[in-house]
């Protein structure tokens, strides 16, 4: 299973479980999403000024 049929699966059991009001299963899913992105992401969110997640300091720091 590619990531991407991943994503689409958590993303269909997320559908779901709010149709049913299951929000553990909810939060549970939201994580697994989060870090499955994550993975797969090359950009790092908490460095917003880093193209493709690589850090470039300041000349002189």
Do not use: C, W
């Amino acid at each position: 299973m590619s990531i991407r049929e991943r994503i689409e699966d958590i993303e269909q059991r997320l559908t779901a479980a709010y149709q049913e009001g299951d929000y553990q299963q909810v939060r549970m899913l939201e994580n697994q999403l989060k870090e499955i992105r994550g993975l797969h992401s090359i950009v790092d969110d908490r460095e917003p000024y880093s193209p493709e997640g690589r850090f470039y300091p300041e000349d002189g720091e």
